[in-house]
């Protein structure tokens, strides 16, 4: 009897697992391809082997459908970052640059692939990273490998994880050894 | 043994040797170049060869077009990898960082001999507290993954600013981190053969290899183009090859036919061309022994040759005096034979005297062809022409009779014909000595070259500035010195742009200069110490830059060699020769508003500096070529009438031999520069072998005083210029400007030259 109990567990199990098995990339762009905009503020915490003590930086990131990201960080340096379609403008240490992105130059593939997560542009995910889910939709983590080699050479990995449609963490692994945890918390309900 | 035993013998033996010394040593060559001008100095022919040979020569330009951007994309990745890993490419690079990798490496490696704004205040405490303070700023930028990876080797951001001016220098657009054209329509590589430029066989491998892998790695509706010096080379290696066949065999058969109709009968056809072809084996034969080689176009050029050299045995069979039975008028024909051949032959003298190695082929090759096949027409067709045969004359008549002019029409039509030549080559700018002109490829192909060339920022470099030093350090620190003058230039608007190779290769001076500005390991090491107190950095955080700084004073100074596999090895091949006890480093010019002006400026107070115009420098070539081809056409003139006041006993006599055949000649070259060709060295070349040609035709219908015109001169006349215009006319239909300029030439010439004998003949009085 208790064989057949077990059994029937491990067949619930496995039946309660199963949808989370078949999780994909497909269900959580979805899910976050349905969000029409949304604004968290963010604490990023940079660990770097040289460096003493770890860098702590802090700000906004706002998103607005289908390819507009803006990330403002306040401390400790003054930066501001926007996508807006395939054009990227940073301001930074007082001087201004605007990347193409449509160039695709793979240095800011990692910037675009946060983006197209945001987004949930598949598409754009994988042109340069080869993604892979895991978890349920309710609790999921998305680890992007990149594609280019040069890129490789800097970012090992990145892994976001978020529940539902809301993006909790965005951690970057960089080939250095040294990382970084972003996480993000809403400011407002996001607007759907 | 009779008479025509012993010729027959002794032509049999000839044919055999020469036969046979071709079966054993014949090389066709077909590389265009032998028909290109060779410097007329040392330091021409070195501009030549580097043009053809040097590292820019290996150098293919190849663009994808077709298929959707990313399919672009992909095809230019996999063509770049594909490659890479083949012997027959040293480089080959679609603008991928990749591939680039290998160059930022190697800057990255040499940054502290190749920075030209290092200073030793960078390495003082202070200098150095100002970049770990930047550091900092750049550990807390969004960016930093990526502005961070130089900063612990190299604080001072040396690296960066080598990648900026990188960057500057490169401006071929990338999309998806691959180049593309300013369109974006296309996708581009750069490639780099192992074989040099010359090395046709190697081209053509390499050219192979890269259809190949495209064929394989394309995707539906995906064109390659591509174009390189070699490439170039190799295709019109091809069209030479191509259409010499053609030519030759139009021509052959042409003359068949010709003399097929005239003679109607096998054995004396097959017995004219056998006189006429033992002539162009020896010349065949002579040339291999001089040049070592033969070229498919002197090949070419000697079927033709074929339909001239053949008007010598139809002299003597048109003339009746075909046969020893009939030695007596053998002997009345003898002095014009003797007296044709040997001004043919000093037709050939401009050609010999050109400068070209193709051309002198063609020239030796006429002079040897046409004296051998007078001897085998002369010694040989009268003992093999069939008893009992004669020559059917058509009814032409007689030339004395045959039609009438008054004699003042004739000299009317000289005199106008004469005076509308004069007028339009008065009025015509006459010659172009443009070396473009004379490349067998067609138009549309240098068009593609010059669109590829833009497309990836590399036109045509018309101007260089050449410096020279004992040694390459010496021209190194010598261009270093014009660096000044040269950024000068620029910010006066005098000069849009250059390219110093020593921002790549600095003299060795220069980067003795910068390692001793870095400070020694400890000293730096006490440096850093002071410079990071207060900094949140980890004590040994810049262990990597004192030991690269270390590493560099201690390192071998930066050679060429150094860059090998990169594209700045490319660069500083191209740029840096040395060239057997003379160094050479080449400036290429871009945007030059008065080039007269730079040149005053650049030179002034340096001899060892001269500004180069390479187009110009060829056309002055080909110019100079063409003031030495006047004076050969001038010298063959007066030899033709020499030989002819001699042969002919009267000056007055040659004079009226040599006058009509100089005034079809004149009239020839109106007539091409009439109908809107510009006149190259190649139709004034050939303008001697129409002089020779009419020279022909005229003493047939002059002969020397007490000798009586021959009946059948008119038919005579009918036949070889029937055949010379099928040979002739054949090459004028070919694609190898060369070939095209002489066919044009001497087939416009015999019908000027007709022209002349037909009002000539009309003048005639009969003299008896």
């Given at each position: 009897m208790s064989a057949a109990r077990g059994l029937a567990v491990s067949i619930a199990l496995a039946l309660a697992a199963s949808p989370a098995c078949a999780l994909d990339l497909r269900d959580i762009a979805a899910t976050l391809g349905a969000v029409d905009q949304s604004r968290v503020r963010f604490v990023d915490v940079r660990t770097i082997a040289s460096l003493g003590t770890p860098v702590e930086r802090r700000g906004t990131l706002a998103y607005a459908k289908p390819s507009t990201l803006e990330m403002v960080v306040e401390t400790p340096l003054a930066e501001r970052l926007s996508i807006v379609g395939g054009t990227m403008t940073i301001e930074s240490r007082g001087a201004t640059r605007v990347v193409d992105l449509s160039r695709g130059e793979p240095l800011f593939a990692w910037i675009e692939g946060i983006r197209a997560t945001l987004a949930g542009d598949e598409a754009a995910l994988r042109k340069h990273f080869d993604p892979t889910v895991s978890g349920t939709i309710d609790r999921w983590t998305l680890r992007l490998a990149p594609r280019d080699l040069r890129l490789r050479s800097l970012v090992a990995g990145i892994a976001i994880s978020g529940e539902r449609e809301r993006v909790r963490v965005i951690e970057v692994e960089e080939a250095s050894g040294d990382h970084s945890v972003m996480t993000l918390t809403p400011i407002a309900a996001a607007g759907r | 043994m009779s008479a025509r035993a012993r010729a027959i013998a002794i032509a049999l033996t000839l044919a055999l040797l020469a036969g046979g010394y071709l079966a054993q040593r014949l090389v066709v060559e077909s590389d265009f170049a032998a028909f290109l001008p060779r410097g007329a100095d040392a330091r021409q022919r070195w501009m030549l060869d580097q043009l053809r040979d040097g590292p820019a020569a290996r150098l293919i330009i190849a663009g994808i077009a077709g298929g959707t951007a990313d399919e672009r994309v992909a095809a230019s990745r996999a063509l770049a990898d594909a490659l890479?890993?083949?012997?027959?490419?040293?480089y080959a690079s679609n603008g991928s960082l990749e591939v680039a990798q290998k160059d930022l490496d190697a800057l990255a490696r040499h940054r502290y001999v190749l920075g030209a704004d290092l200073t030793a205040s960078r390495f003082t405490e202070s200098g150095l507290r100002q970049a770990l303070v930047d550091g900092i700023g750049t550990l807390q930028s969004t960016f930093a993954v990526v502005?961070?990876?130089?900063?612990?080797?190299?604080p001072t951001g040396e690296t960066m600013s080598l990648l900026k001016r990188l960057a500057r220098d490169m401006r071929i657009r990338r999309e998806q981190g691959v180049w593309v054209d300013a369109s974006g329509a296309r996708a581009l590589l750069l490639l780099q053969t192992?074989?040099?430029?010359?090395d046709l066989d190697g081209q053509a491998a390499a050219i192979a290899v890269l259809e190949q892998a495209f064929a394989r790695l394309a995707s539906a509706g995906q064109t390659i183009v591509y174009s390189s010096p070699g490439a170039m080379a190799v295709t019109s290696r091809a069209i030479v090859e191509r259409d010499a066949m053609r030519v030759s065999l139009m021509s052959a058969t042409g003359v068949l036919l010709v003399l097929l109709i005239a003679y109607r009968s096998l054995p004396v056809v097959a017995i004219a061309i056998v006189a006429a072809a033992l002539g162009l084996v020896a010349g065949v034969a002579v040339v291999q022994a001089v040049f070592g080689s033969v070229h498919a176009i002197t090949l070419a050029f000697g079927a033709t040759l074929l339909g001239e050299a053949v008007d010598y045995p139809s002299y003597l069979l048109t003339s009746g005096?075909?046969?020893?039975?009939?030695g007596g008028r053998r002997h009345a024909v003898a002095r014009a034979m003797f007296l044709a051949v040997a001004t043919t032959a000093c037709g050939s003298l401009a050609l010999l005297m050109s400068g070209f190695d193709g051309l002198i082929e063609l020239g030796l090759l006429t002079a040897v062809g046409i004296l051998a096949a007078g001897a085998a027409t002369w010694w040989l067709v009268p003992s093999l022409v069939p008893s009992g045969w004669t020559f059917r004359a058509w009814s032409f008549g007689h030339p004395e009779t045959a039609w009438r002019l008054p004699v003042g029409a004739t000299v009317a039509a000289f005199v106008a014909l004469t005076l509308a030549a004069v007028a339009v080559l008065a009025w015509r700018p006459l010659?172009?000595?443009?070396?473009?002109?004379?490349?067998?490829?067609?138009?549309s192909l240098a068009a593609q070259d010059r669109q590829l060339r833009e497309a990836v920022g590399a036109?045509?470099?018309?101007?260089v500035a050449l410096v020279r030093g004992a040694t390459v350090e010496q021209a190194l620190e010598r261009a270093e010195a014009l660096g000044g003058p040269l950024a000068d230039a620029v910010a006066r608007h005098e000069l849009g742009g250059y390219a110093l190779v020593t921002d790549d290769l600095p003299s060795e001076a220069t980067q003795r200069r910068r390692l001793a500005m870095l400070p020694e390991p400890d000293v730096l090491r006490a440096r850093l110490r002071e410079a990071q107190r207060g900094l949140p950095y980890r004590a040994d955080a810049f262990a990597p830059f004192v030991e690269d700084v270390r590493d560099a004073k201690a390192a071998p100074l930066l050679k060429a060699a150094d860059y090998a596999g990169t594209g700045i090895g490319l660069r500083v091949a191209s740029l840096v020769a040395d060239a057997g006890g003379e160094a050479r480093v080449l400036v290429p010019l871009s945007g030059i508003a008065d080039p007269g002006a730079l040149r005053r400026t650049l030179t002034s107070g340096r001899d060892h500096v001269e500004i180069v115009d390479l187009r110009g420098e060829v056309g002055a070539l080909l110019g100079a070529f063409r003031e030495r081809a006047m004076i050969a056409t001038g010298l063959g003139v007066t030899m033709i009438f020499a030989i002819l006041a001699i042969g002919l006993r009267s000056p007055s006599r040659a004079a009226r031999v040599v006058a009509p055949a100089i005034l079809a000649a004149l009239w020839t070259l109106a007539a091409i520069a009439g109908t809107g060709h510009a006149l190259t060295i190649f139709h004034l070349i050939a303008v001697l072998l129409v002089i020779g040609v009419g020279v022909n035709y005229m003493l047939f219908l002059f002969p020397a005083a007490g000798e009586r015109i021959a009946g059948t001169a008119l038919a005579s006349l009918a036949v070889v210029s029937a055949t010379t215009l099928c040979a002739f006319g054949s090459m004028a239909t070919s694609s190898i400007p060369v070939l095209r300029a002489l066919g044009v030439t001497v087939t416009l010439g015999v019908v000027a030259t007709l022209v002349a004998c037909a009002l000539l003949v009309g003048a005639m009085r009969s003299r008896t």
């Open positions: - | 890479a890993v083949r012997p027959e490419f040293a502005e961070k990876q130089f900063l612990w080797r190299d192992t074989a040099t430029g010359s005096a075909s046969s020893f039975a009939e010659w172009d000595d443009d070396p473009a002109r004379m490349n067998p490829l067609p138009a036109p045509d470099a018309r101007y």
